[in-house]
């Protein structure tokens, strides 16, 4: 047998499917110390060990049995894969609306690449047709791929070519817009665009997946018809990251651009709007307001694009001990802006002080926000925070970090007025700050708590 039918698979690994003629991509069934495994060898990162077979299992899953616990391997059927998704045209539908879906990238336009073992944005915004057909029945789809890219080098630049395809799209005369985006820093661009789009005629909806397509538990599919329904059906005009609700597969929740955050790194449900309830929650054909305030759909063309971002801008999360250096040595390096993420209501040590004094003398804005996620800034209520304050800080009410951070570089993009960035960054848009949040906008479920099991139990098992 070649060595070219053992992708990937070098030293033991390659001895062993030697020994026993299996094929990568053939079905087997492989004989261990830990039991019985059925399914298919799959090929190999070329950057791996050769420790470990690689099989996708009759579940939907990989996994990687160790070489050293295999007894016996029998190859019972072969059958090359084919990951690609083809890519179709999507058919017309007399009477339903238009949306345009915009592919960026990550999870939710991605496969796995086995050459690599890494799973890579390769899927392009028309081959997602061909993975969910089911959007045929939901509204007239054109798509356009403006980047392929992980959400993690999406940027400022991205930012700004996207608002300004999206004021195309309005002008166009398009009913929604869909954003399909990496979850990684799918808040930063939610918040970019409710700053760089306002009083938007149309639904502006971004979203991802948690979990790739190639994974029998992927939420793509489900996240995609919940984000088209809500573009093309729902009268709610805002910027909004559309993502599970629960982890099961029941509803989506509709968050707020400037009020959302990733909240775990693998769930399914890992985005929450903070501070705040989600506008609404949506399943593939019907949408159910939660907040009674947010921006109703119009049939005009107008749209508000202000596409300006300054990356001179960084954020400081204080710890214990913190030296005044680093503060002042992003000052030296030209930053005009610094979000510091503060402990309590808004509080660093005072060895901080003279870079607080440094950074005001230079005409650099410092503004605070909380590494508690919820809640408010409050500094008047200790001498640390009123030291602050006199020292040039600016509190920011219930507003995000990372909100802010996007903010910040939005606002010095128009002005560097140390007075104008105070005014601006006071002045909400989009919710990202709040008089109040309401009394259940504060709701941590915290396993091992009695009326928490209760409810798993009756609610969601």
């Not at 709610?236 to 599970?244: G, K, L, R, T």
């Not at 007025?417 to 949040?437: F, G, N, Y």
Request: proline share 5%.
């Amino acid at each position: 047998m070649s060595d070219d039918i053992f992708q990937g698979y070098k030293g033991k690994a390659l001895e062993l499917l030697k020994k026993y003629k299996v094929r990568v991509w053939g079905k087997c069934v492989v004989e261990t110390t830990r039991g019985k495994f059925e399914g298919t060898v799959l090929p190999r990162s070329e950057n791996d060990d050769d420790l470990h077979i690689v099989m996708k299992i009759i579940t939907g899953y990989n996994i990687g049995v160790d070489v050293e616990t295999i007894s016996s391997m029998k190859e019972v059927d072969y059958k090359k894969a084919n990951y690609k998704i083809p890519e179709k045209e999507f058919p017309y539908t007399d009477g339903l609306p238009q949306v345009k879906l915009f592919g960026t990238g990550g999870t939710i336009a991605s496969r796995l690449d086995y050459r690599t073992g890494a799973v890579i944005p390769a899927f392009s915004p028309g081959e997602l047709y061909g993975a969910v057909p089911e959007l045929a029945g939901i509204c007239n789809l054109e798509t356009e791929k403006v980047f392929a890219v992980f959400s993690e080098n999406m940027g400022p630049k991205q930012y700004i070519s996207l608002a300004k395809a999206i004021e195309k799209e309005i002008q166009n005369g398009v009913d929604g817009i869909v954003i399909g985006h990496g979850t990684d820093t799918l808040q930063h661009t939610a918040a970019a665009l409710s700053f760089m789009v306002q009083n938007s005629p149309v639904p502006i909806v971004l979203v991802g997946s948690q979990r790739s397509s190639d994974r029998p538990s992927s939420d793509a599919a489900l996240n995609l018809m919940h984000a088209m329904y809500t573009a093309g059906h729902s009268d709610i005009a805002e910027v909004m990251v559309c993502m599970f609700g629960p982890t099961s597969d029941e509803y989506g929740f509709l968050h707020q651009g400037t009020r959302v955050r990733k909240m775990h790194s693998s769930y399914r449900s890992t985005f929450r709007t903070i501070g705040d309830t989600p506008i609404a929650s949506v399943t593939r054909d019907a949408f159910t307001p939660i907040k009674k305030g947010y921006n109703h759909r119009r049939k005009d063309k107008e749209v508000t694009i202000k596409p300006y971002f300054n990356d001179t801008v960084t954020m400081l999360y204080y710890y214990t001990g913190m030296k005044p250096d680093v503060m002042m040595s992003m000052v030296d390096m030209g930053y005009k802006g610094i979000i510091i993420i503060g402990t309590g209501l808004g509080h660093v040590n005072k060895e901080l002080y003279p870079a607080l004094e440094y950074a005001k003398e230079k005409g650099v804005s410092v503004f605070m926000t909380l590494q508690t996620i919820w809640g408010y800034v409050h500094m008047f209520v200790y001498d640390t925070g009123r030291d602050m304050m006199a020292k040039g800080v600016i509190p920011l009410g219930n507003m995000l970090s990372e909100t802010a951070y996007v903010k910040l570089g939005w606002v010095l993009g128009q002005t560097d007025d140390p007075e104008k960035v105070k005014e601006m960054m006071l002045t909400p848009i989009s919710a990202d700050m709040t008089e109040r949040e309401p009394y259940n906008g504060y709701l941590v479920y915290q396993g091992g708590a009695s009326e928490v099991a209760d409810f798993i139990k009756r609610v969601h098992k």
